[in-house]
């Protein structure tokens, strides 16, 4: 992120993810070169320890997401009353198809005028789907370009929904998607574009990994890491980039297929 870039952010909880979906500003500096930074990472929470929840735009829960928010954020504020804590962070929106919120839980946000979208009669997309839908069409009239949405807790427990999640940033590769979880984060690098990775060190790496997705890549260069690929073939069935190193501050990636980037995340 360019110093001189405003924040822009929407926080959104995700299935069954304590946080989920934030927008940052983010803008190409060249036509066919597209900059990566993580600094969304960079502990953002002032010093006691208030989440940054209420200075959203808009907060999004994705179904069974709101039983997080629900649970943990008093937990957050354990001198606090639960239920004080609890309007303090509500959601603006709940959307889903609504087989994973418990009904308490529903039936309270309902009572604090959270806006409930049943999507229960459309199976063929995934809760993090439906809200990123309605994400892109929160703001019509804003640059898609320079927005990131950040999904929390996407990566761990059930396989399906991982490979669900990971569809959904194929689905949507127009727009920059992350997914985080405790020890890692994946997003998509667009074959229209040349990529610049920027390392922050103190809260990434150095574990890293680029693999092709739709369609192998006949054809994979990259520099800062420790086995670069030169022109390098890459597909499922052959040589994927697993367990790689970066070894700088800057990861340059260029293919003619799509890829997904992931470095490790360190405890802070």
């Not at 940052?24 to 002032?46: E, G, V, W």
Request: glycine share 6%; charged share 25%; net charge negative.
């Amino acid at each position: 992120m360019l110093p001189s870039q405003r924040k822009r952010k929407i926080t959104i909880s995700s299935l069954s993810f304590l946080f989920g979906f934030s927008f940052f500003p983010r803008r190409p500096l060249a036509m066919d070169l597209m900059h990566h930074s993580s600094t969304f990472l960079l502990p953002t929470i002032p010093s006691d320890h208030r989440p940054s929840l209420t200075a959203a735009q808009l907060r999004l829960c994705a179904d069974g997401g709101a039983n997080r928010v629900y649970d943990e954020m008093p937990r957050l504020f354990p001198q606090e009353d639960a239920s004080d804590v609890r309007r303090r962070y509500k959601p603006d929106v709940i959307k889903g198809d609504m087989d994973s919120i418990r009904t308490e839980v529903l039936d309270f946000y309902t009572s604090l005028g959270t806006e409930i979208i049943d999507k229960s009669h459309d199976q063929d997309t995934t809760d993090l789907h439906k809200c990123v839908t309605y994400i892109r069409d929160f703001a019509p009239d804003l640059d898609k370009s320079n927005l990131c949405i950040l999904v929390a807790g996407a990566l761990g427990g059930r396989f399906d929904h991982e490979m669900g999640n990971l569809n959904v940033l194929c689905r949507f590769s127009s727009l920059r998607i992350v997914l985080l979880s405790d020890d890692s984060l994946i997003h998509l690098l667009p074959r229209t574009h040349h990529h610049e990775i920027h390392i922050l060190s103190s809260i990434e790496g150095p574990h890293c990994g680029l693999m092709p997705i739709g369609m192998p890549s006949s054809s994979s260069t990259t520099t800062g890491l420790q086995w670069d690929l030169n022109e390098t073939e890459m597909r499922f069935g052959g040589l994927i980039s697993t367990s790689n190193i970066v070894t700088g501050e800057k990861v340059t990636v260029r293919s003619d297929s799509d890829l997904l980037w992931t470095i490790s995340i360190k405890k802070l």
